[in-house]
């Protein structure tokens, strides 16, 4: 199936410091594209991959599972770090999740992670019935396009395949059990008001991982994409400054000659 418009992985050549960024369930690195741009005017190395099933049709989605979208993300993470000397992962809800598994488990190859609206759980009455209904209804409603600002709009499926969801529930509860194991500088920008992932799941985030560099930031004027909502550029500004403070003799130079 071909790729919908404006929902393909980007990628940027830059310099010796790169940034992985990880999308969510059933959306698109379109919803990252912006931080992507931002970052490669800056000078640095950018991969922003397209998970498996994503960006075409939900029935694609269907057949894939976390394994599979982890993969791809593993993949594009060690291609980077084959690349760049310092390398940083940014990750958008459930790809705040696979992020955090990077982080896991590759260690201090991973330099620091920058999360917004992280997710971590499948909450209320779906979660235990996901195992069971999802032999019996295909689909729910979908989960895209949660932004405050008006005309901004997500490139993800009107509808939420629901082997996927169950495996999207799976991947949560492995990533949770990881959590001790992140011990890597953290940034976890949050919505108050989010509509698809609660404050919650930051706060369980918070409190699991072993980093002592954490910083949290509140996202008052945006829903859950906050990466295309009002503070988007609050976000590359943090994120900016995060890696400035992390890796400078790599930042600092590329950024001033390089930067838009």
Same mark, same amino acid.
């Given at each position: 199936?071909?790729?919908?418009?404006?929902?393909?992985?980007?990628?940027?050549?830059?310099?010796?410091?790169?940034?992985?960024?990880?999308?969510?369930?059933?959306?698109?690195?379109?919803?990252?594209?912006?931080?992507?741009?931002?970052?490669?005017?800056?000078?640095?190395?950018?991969?922003?991959?397209?998970?498996?099933?994503?960006?075409?049709?939900?029935?694609?989605?269907?057949?894939?599972?976390?394994?599979?979208?982890?993969?791809?993300?593993?993949?594009?993470?060690?291609?980077?770090?084959?690349?760049?000397?310092?390398?940083?992962?940014?990750?958008?809800?459930?790809?705040?999740?696979?992020?955090?598994?990077?982080?896991?488990?590759?260690?201090?190859?991973?330099?620091?992670?920058?999360?917004?609206?992280?997710?971590?759980?499948?909450?209320?009455?779906?979660?235990?019935? %996901?195992?069971?209904?999802?032999?019996? *209804?295909? !689909?729910?409603?979908?989960? =895209?396009?949660? @932004?405050?600002? #008006?005309?901004? +709009?997500?490139?993800?499926?009107?509808?939420?395949?629901?082997?996927?969801?169950?495996?999207?529930?799976?991947?949560?509860?492995?990533?949770?059990?990881?959590?001790?194991?992140?011990?890597?500088?953290?940034?976890?920008?949050?919505?108050?008001?989010?509509?698809?992932?609660?404050?919650?799941?930051?706060?369980?985030?918070?409190?699991?991982?072993?980093?002592?560099?954490?910083?949290?930031? %509140?996202?008052?004027?945006?829903?859950? *994409?906050? !990466?295309?909502?009002?503070? =988007?550029?609050? @976000?590359?500004? #943090?994120?900016? +400054?995060?890696?400035?403070?992390?890796?400078?003799?790599?930042?600092?130079?590329?950024?001033?000659?390089?930067?838009?």
């Amino acid at each position: 199936m071909p790729v919908l418009p404006g929902a393909e992985p980007y990628r940027h050549e830059g310099g010796e410091v790169g940034v992985l960024l990880c999308h969510g369930f059933t959306g698109s690195p379109q919803s990252l594209r912006p931080w992507a741009e931002y970052l490669a005017e800056r000078g640095l190395t950018v991969s922003l991959p397209l998970l498996p099933g994503h960006g075409t049709r939900w029935e694609d989605m269907q057949l894939t599972t976390w394994h599979d979208w982890y993969a791809e993300v593993d993949r594009a993470l060690r291609e980077l770090l084959a690349r760049c000397e310092q390398v940083f992962v940014f990750g958008l809800s459930m790809g705040g999740a696979l992020a955090l598994r990077l982080a896991a488990k590759h260690g201090d190859a991973v330099r620091g992670l920058v999360l917004v609206n992280p997710a971590n759980k499948v909450h209320g009455v779906a979660a235990h019935a %996901l195992p069971v209904v999802r032999h019996f *209804v295909r !689909t729910t409603n979908g989960i =895209a396009s949660d @932004i405050a600002k #008006e005309g901004a +709009a997500e490139i993800g499926y009107d509808r939420v395949p629901l082997h996927a969801a169950h495996s999207m529930r799976q991947l949560f509860r492995t990533v949770d059990a990881e959590l001790p194991q992140v011990t890597q500088p953290v940034v976890v920008l949050h919505s108050p008001q989010d509509h698809v992932v609660p404050p919650a799941d930051s706060a369980r985030i918070l409190s699991r991982i072993s980093s002592t560099d954490v910083q949290e930031i %509140l996202l008052e004027q945006s829903y859950h *994409v906050a !990466t295309l909502d009002h503070d =988007a550029e609050r @976000i590359f500004e #943090e994120s900016w +400054a995060f890696l400035g403070r992390l890796a400078p003799e790599g930042v600092g130079e590329k950024g001033s000659t390089s930067g838009g």
